[in-house]
């Protein structure tokens, strides 16, 4: 193998282990919204709870609104789960190529080093 070809693949090395840190960057964005999200939820449910009024509660909104709270919590964690997953595979995804790029640039100063010929 080429010095030149060495290089070649490292840079395609370097260029598939920038792709996978930006992809878990958005990953990254995605949990960071999510989590947000459900505090603010937690937030709304402990302000609203304790001002209730007879009215509201005898109507059903109260309860309603509970249940609203609920859902909307129960299907952010379903989608923090999932983005956790994702975020999960993406890590195993960028440490290979981190691996990748590493072992290139090994072989690469292996064979670019002194005294080393075509």
């Known amino acids: 193998m080429k010095p030149d070809d060495i290089s070649t693949l490292r840079t395609i090395a370097e260029a598939i282990f920038q792709k996978e840190q930006r992809a878990i960057a958005d990953i990254v964005a995605e ?56 975020k999960a595979e993406r890590i195993a995804q960028v440490r290979t190529a981190l691996g990748r790029q590493e072992a290139l640039k090994m072989v690469e100063d292996k064979f670019s080093g002194p005294g080393k010929a075509d």
């Not at 960071?32 to 939820?41: D, G, K, Y």
């Not at 709870?49 to 952010?76: I, N, Y």
């Open 31 to 86: 949990e960071s919204r999510i989590r947000r999200a459900l505090a603010r939820i937690d937030a709304a449910n402990q302000t609203s709870a304790p001002s209730v009024d007879l009215a509201h509660s005898t109507s059903g909104a109260a309860a309603a609104w509970k249940v609203w709270m609920e859902q909307k919590r129960t299907q952010l964690n379903i989608h923090l789960a999932q983005t956790l997953v994702q």
